[in-house]
């Protein structure tokens, strides 16, 4: 009996997700439990197993389509036992579900969808299509029953811009250079519209960037961004680090300076419990658990943001270790898809790279975010009861926090941001 390939749900609030790749193709063989497609959902990327053992007779969603939980994706058996592009459960005890993209993110392209004459036409390969004036009548198909992929227009586009005649360069050339002979022109009938110009580079959206860019475009759309921006001297933190990293490490964790700003914000965030808030058009919800989310680069890849959950309780040796799990992880790709969700408070520590200031965007729908910067040496002005002012070398790192500005007005951001300076300057070397 086939088996239905359907798209589950990779979490508590993960309903949809955008498929990135097939690992198998029609007509493979596939083991049970063998990985099958990846799934992109939130800048998480999961590996979705085969339900069953056979063989794949066939893949009804395309690559780059975004599909609802329980949609029918593909289906596995014996050779034979489906006919290609055959929807319909096979068996009364499934659910029938939909066979057809519920939702394609990467619309804008009218003629994406199933054409009589070209068979289905993904959103990619419409959108490339629309972009670059190509004829998809002129392009042959590689992928199952002779569709179009995004593959065979790229290879369309390379032998398109190697073989395209002089005269079409020299039409882009200057009017002066108009006057020069031009070439015999193609004929009209079999003459393809121009392409970009070679010289013209043009990077892919991934999902993770394309995910971002939708996210930060809304936070900036959505809330009224405010920065306030003070120094705090982490002598303290810095000794004691020094003190405990051998004891941290002995136990397998790697002690870096973020726990110590994630413990700070804690403080603060129950000393201020209105920062860790989210705006709804019923009135400001506090929220009653503190889950920290920590930015973490992923190089020319993006950013994602993975969150401690109920951060307050954890020791500064809980917290170690979750970061150091949590970072590992994500740039692993091994993250979960709810352990990206649930976030009510943001850190980015920015200073990694050596940026001192930085005015980061609130990672909606929370209130707020705090930037750390680079932590440098400087020279500042101390204050001793008994010898007065002093001339004395600190390592200093300045702290932004970004507000949402319809939940809280300066004199409470900066009384919160305060809180996180006081806690940093006041660290116990022993504790």
């Known amino acids: 009996m086939p088996t239905q390939v359907l798209m589950p749900q990779l979490g508590e609030s993960v309903v949809e997700g955008t498929i990135t790749k097939w690992l198998k193709q029609v007509g493979d063989v596939v083991a049970e439990f063998e990985p099958l497609l990846e799934i992109n959902t939130d ?8 339900p069953s053992a056979g063989v794949l007779l066939d893949i009804l969603i395309p690559e780059g389509a975004n599909v ?62 629309r972009e670059q004036h190509i004829d998809l009548s002129q392009v042959t198909g590689t992928g199952q029953g002779g569709r179009i992929t995004k593959k065979d227009l790229l290879v369309f586009l390379e032998q398109h811009q190697s073989s395209t005649p002089p005269s079409a360069a020299n039409a882009q050339q200057p009017a002066a250079a108009a006057a020069l002979p031009a070439p015999a022109q193609t004929p009209t009938a079999t003459r393809i519209p121009p392409l970009i110009q070679p010289t013209t580079n043009s990077i892919p959206l991934t999902p993770v960037r394309r995910a971002i ?18 120094e705090a001297d982490l002598s303290l933190v810095i000794a004691h680090r020094q003190a405990h990293k051998p004891a941290f490490a002995r136990d397998g964790v790697n002690l870096t300076f973020t726990p110590y700003f994630v ?27 503190i889950n920290i989310g920590v930015a973490t680069s992923l190089g020319e890849e993006g950013l994602i943001v993975p969150v401690i959950q109920n951060a307050d309780s954890l020791s500064m040796l809980g917290l170690a270790r979750a970061i ?5 992880r994500a740039r692993a790709h091994k993250l979960l898809p709810d352990e990206v969700k649930g976030g009510t408070f943001t850190i980015t520590n920015h200073g990694i790279s050596g940026s001192l200031f930085a005015t980061p965007i609130i990672n909606q729908p929370q209130c707020g975010i705090l930037g750390v910067g680079a932590i440098q040496k400087r020279v500042v002005v101390i204050s001793d009861a008994i010898r007065g002012d002093m001339i004395a070398i600190r390592s200093m790192v300045y702290l932004g926090l970004t507000f949402d500005h319809r939940i809280l007005d300066g004199a409470i951001a900066d009384y919160f941001l305060a809180k996180v300076v006081e806690s940093l300057q006041s660290w116990s070397p022993v504790d």
């Open 263 to 289: 413990a700070a914000t804690v403080s603060a965030l129950k000393a201020c419990s209105i920062v860790n808030s989210s705006w709804t058009n019923e009135g400001v919800l506090l929220h009653p658990r």
């Open 68 to 129: 609802q939980a329980g949609t029918l994706l593909a289906w596995i058996g014996e050779p034979g036992e489906v006919q290609r592009g055959s929807s319909q459960p096979v068996s009364g005890d499934r659910t029938p579900v939909m066979a057809q993209p519920l939702v394609v993110k990467l619309s804008g392209a009218p003629s994406a969808g199933r054409n009589p004459d070209l068979g289905f036409i993904s959103p990619v390969v419409s959108r490339i299509a």
């Open 43 to 50: 800048k998480v990327d999961s590996e979705i197993p085969s």
């Open 213 to 230: 860019a939708e996210h930060m475009v809304m936070s900036k759309h959505t809330s009224p961004h405010v920065t306030t921006i003070m």
């Open 324 to 328: 150091n799990d949590l970072a590992s």
